[in-house]
């Protein structure tokens, strides 16, 4: 189980890799399925083209926050382990900004516990998100559609 925050791009087979040995450590084998997902960064938003976005974070409570996340994560759909790992910082188009993995007996835990992390990812772990186009930046507000994707898994039991 992990959560990291960094500024530094990622690499998928590492995090995978860091999963599934975490997962082969708690279950002795009994993993059959690990799902990822891997954000990008999109080189649009509502009002036309962007060149990327800037991420801020609060120092020590994003950490501990993802790893709240996480930890639910494994409680809730029965996990052998799942990883989260957010960047911040100046972000590009196309580049990878979010990762997150589920390891659990069967596939649809698995895949459910990823729709998981991210939705509840992005209401519930203080980032903050400025997009910028040349020297203009402006902040981005929370959409309804991210608080109404969490909605849905405070309101399953």
């Not at 530094?8 to 399925?33: H, I, M, P, V, W």
């Not at 459910?112 to 519930?124: E, I, R, V």
């Not at 959409?143 to 109404?148: F, G, Q, T, V, Y």
């Amino acid at each position: 189980m992990f959560a990291l925050v960094q500024a530094e791009d990622f690499d998928q087979g590492e995090l995978y890799a860091r999963l599934k040995q975490s997962a082969d450590e708690k279950a002795c084998g009994n993993t059959g399925a690990i799902v990822t997902f891997t954000g990008l960064v999109r080189d649009f938003n509502n009002a036309g083209d962007i060149d990327g976005i800037e991420l801020e974070h609060y120092p020590g409570m994003t950490e501990k926050a993802l790893m709240l996340l996480v930890e639910q994560a494994i409680e809730r759909f029965s996990l052998n382990s799942a990883g989260a790992l957010h960047r911040v910082g100046r972000i590009y188009n196309n580049e990878q900004i979010v990762w997150v993995g589920a390891a659990a007996p069967h596939r649809q835990a698995a895949f459910d516990a990823a729709s998981f992390l991210m939705d509840m990812l992005k209401q519930s772990v203080p980032l903050w998100k400025k997009e910028f186009k040349g020297d203009q930046s402006e902040w981005v507000a929370a959409k309804a559609s991210d608080d109404k994707a969490a909605l849905k898994w405070m309101q399953k039991t």
